[in-house]
């Protein structure tokens, strides 16, 4: 089970951390991931980091301004988001992947997060 935190609202250019807290045993097993949904569009791929935190996959419109993390010990993954513009603005899910990488999308998914909304004021 996937708990997503840390939404809001913020105005451009400001920061937000959001948080996913895992539970069971499995955490270790998938990469992480972040998707976005924004009102009326189809759910997107944001952000992907692996199992060891090796590997760490962004869509290109928030390269150089989020950041993805992850604590296996605390089963927790992060994103970091800096430099928020108001495109930004969606429902923002965190996921586990067996197979992260930068063309993850929906199908890669195995288990979803319930969403936080995130809100950039212009």
């Known amino acids: 089970q996937l708990q997503a935190s840390g939404g809001g609202l913020v105005q451009a250019g400001g920061s937000l951390r959001l948080s996913c807290a895992a539970s069971?045993?499995?955490?270790?097993?998938?990469?992480s991931g972040w998707f976005r949904q924004a009102a009326g569009k189809e759910r997107d791929f944001v952000a992907a980091?692996?199992?060891?935190?090796?590997?760490?996959y962004y869509t290109d419109s928030v390269k150089g301004r989020f950041t993805i993390s992850r604590d296996n010990a605390k089963s927790t993954m992060s994103l970091q988001m800096n430099g928020l513009k108001p495109e930004d603005t969606a429902i923002y899910y965190c996921?586990?992947?067996?197979?992260?990488?930068?063309?993850?999308?929906?199908?890669?998914?195995?288990?979803w997060g319930k969403g936080t909304l995130v809100t950039v004021s212009s």
């Open positions: 980091i692996s199992w060891n935190s090796a590997s760490t």
């Open positions: 069971g045993q499995t955490f270790r097993r998938y990469g």
């Open positions: 996921a586990a992947l067996l197979a992260p990488g930068p063309d993850s999308d929906y199908d890669d998914v195995t288990y």
